[in-house]
């Protein structure tokens, strides 16, 4: 298309105001020399229900703030139709989420230089980590202060159910850290979590809506962003709907896609860039066959196991009316209580077998035992722990539905088809079970509610697991990095073949990393905005990184107390 006509005209246009398109924006306007405009799909995020940390489960489930996606039928799931919660709000995902903080191992991304990410290796990323962040532990080698995202431990574990779930992964035979996010990931420690003065820290609230008293950065909500306007194989503006009328602005420099990993192939593929054969089953005419667009998706499975407890002490006891009277109350007023946190105060991260360098089993615990998006809870009081087998081998994809931008995608994970995954989750309940039963949780400890002592074998645990199992919500890896074939961008996240378009979202990530993606989708912003500036990348760290000594031979660090 030749002879553009636009509506407006700007440097930078940017699609999603989610955990990275809010981070450019407040980056890419900074020095004041740049118009830049957000197109975002949703609106305001003006709700207590998105403030308030422990309330998250609500705007999870709220057609105003979710696109309400659904993958098709999983087979490996007992063909299950899985939601997959994405924000439709500024701050996209960031808030909504569960708020966990969660930067992922070294080996995470040291598996991505291997896979072609050259310049995204843990020295390399770790500054834009730091940059990020403002981390109420205060400074170090690993940590930083002064960043726009705040990150605490909530209430500080005071309920000792937690403390507790420490003590029993040490009793077990793993290693304590003192911060999963530092110099050692792999053990027992604190969970962090994305809040500051007890109110949710998304991107809106640390980047995005500071940055709007810039008289060069621009806002347009409830903007549904149609296509990518390309001249041959240039980007030069982007189409959006709003308010029933059609708009056009031009990118003067770049058009950025930080739509997720849903929605950034899909738009890629509406614009002309994706399979040949995908486009034209659709009548979408082939502007660069990018073979790998929408492919390569996977995601985080997990499942809860859950305890009855014998001390009325969980969180249980305040799902009544009265009790959730009491909480909001003194948030609304004071910022504190259990209403400031996200209620997953410990974890851990273990391997789930010897020969693996780095974990891949990773744990939430909950002084409760209520399902995730709290749509149900267990009878009188209980606690459970999240389980995820956080190295998936299975993947899916994206693909169009329709050529109607309003349609929603095609979404296929094809979880557990590997059997690698399966093994992973069949070894995690056992050494969950095992956690479970160490001195430190004999005060607390009554029956199993979840899977229940009945399931034992690779048979029955994987019914469970087919029948329970939900998405952790971190689907990635949709427009992976790379510069092989079915690569979609290149390491400075420049789409293959198209002029002046990048993507920057968790959908670029070769990998998906060992943990929540909020935080790493964080850190390809802040890095994302080095390479869009052409401003020199920060210096790599050269912090050391911690690996279990013997981890060739040996599941964890020592035996369980007694055995």
């Known amino acids: 298309m030749n002879e553009q006509v636009f509506d407006q005209g700007f440097d930078y246009v940017i699609v999603g105001s989610g955990s990275a398109g809010s981070v450019l924006a407040d980056r890419l306007s900074a020095d004041g020399t740049h118009q830049v405009l957000v197109l975002e799909f949703g609106g305001k995020d003006n709700s207590i229900f998105i403030q308030m940390p422990t309330a998250f489960s609500i705007p999870l489930n709220k057609p105003r703030f979710d696109w309400e996606l659904y993958t098709e039928a999983e087979p490996g799931l007992k063909g299950r139709k899985i939601h997959q919660a994405r924000g439709k709000v500024i701050g996209g995902s960031s808030s909504i989420n569960g708020m966990a903080y969660v930067r992922g191992c070294a080996g995470d991304y040291e598996e991505w ?137 031009q990118a003067r420099r770049e058009v950025i896609l930080c739509a997720s990993a849903f929605n950034s192939p899909k738009l890629l593929m509406l614009s002309g860039i994706g399979p040949a054969e995908q486009l ?82 990773q744990y939430h615990f909950l002084a409760g035992a209520i399902a995730y998006d709290g749509s149900s809870a267990a009878e009188g009081h209980g606690f459970q722990v999240h389980l995820g087998a956080n190295k998936p081998k299975s993947r899916g994809y994206v693909r169009l539905k329709s050529s109607d931008p309003a349609a929603a995608p095609e979404i296929f994970l094809n979880y557990l088809a590997e059997e690698e995954d399966k093994q992973a989750f069949r070894a995690g309940l056992r050494l969950t079970r095992e956690i479970f039963a160490q001195p430190a949780f004999k005060p607390f400890l009554g029956e199993e509610l979840s899977p229940g002592k009945q399931v034992q074998s690779d048979e029955e645990i994987d019914d469970w697991l087919a029948r329970s199992a939900e998405t952790a919500y971190h689907p990635c890896g949709s427009c992976r990095m790379g510069t092989d074939p079915m690569a979609v961008v290149d390491p400075q996240c420049r789409v293959h073949g198209i002029e002046n378009l990048r993507v920057v979202d968790s959908s670029i990530m070769p990998t998906v990393t060992n943990g929540n993606l909020n935080a790493p989708t964080i850190m390809i912003g802040e890095k994302g905005a080095d390479h869009i500036l052409g401003r020199a990348l920060l210096k790599p760290s050269d912090a050391p990184v911690f690996v279990v000594p013997g981890w060739q031979e040996n599941q964890r660090e020592r035996g369980p107390l007694g055995g």
């Open 280 to 361: 034209h089953k659709h009548g979408i005419e082939v502007v660069h066959d990018l073979p790998g667009v929408g492919e390569n998706l996977h995601d985080h499975l997990e499942v809860w196991v859950q305890q009855a407890c014998t001390q009325k002490i969980t969180l249980n006891g305040w799902l009544n009316p009265f009790g959730q009277l009491l909480i909001g109350a003194r948030w609304f007023f004071f910022k504190s209580g259990l209403g400031a946190s996200n209620q997953f105060e410990s974890n851990g991260y273990i391997r789930s077998r010897a020969g693996l360098k780095y974990p891949d089993l």
């Open 113 to 249: 230089v291997e896979l072609g990410a050259e310049g995204w290796g843990y020295a390399d990323v770790l500054p834009y980590f730091k940059r990020a962040e403002d981390c109420l532990y205060g400074a170090d080698q690993y940590r930083s202060s002064g960043g726009p995202v705040g990150v605490c431990n909530g209430n500080n574990m005071k309920n000792p159910l937690y403390r507790a779930f420490i003590e029993a992964g040490r009793q077990a035979g793993y290693g304590q850290t003192d911060d999963y996010n530092g110099y050692r990931q792999e053990g027992f420690c604190r969970m962090d979590m994305s809040v500051r003065n007890g109110v949710r820290s998304s991107t809106a609230n640390a980047y995005l809506k500071p940055a709007l008293s810039r008289v060069n950065l621009h806002l347009q909500m409830h903007a549904l962003t149609t296509r990518v306007l390309l001249e041959g194989k240039r980007a030069v503006g982007v189409e959006y709907r709003q308010q029933g009328k059609t708009f056009r602005v």
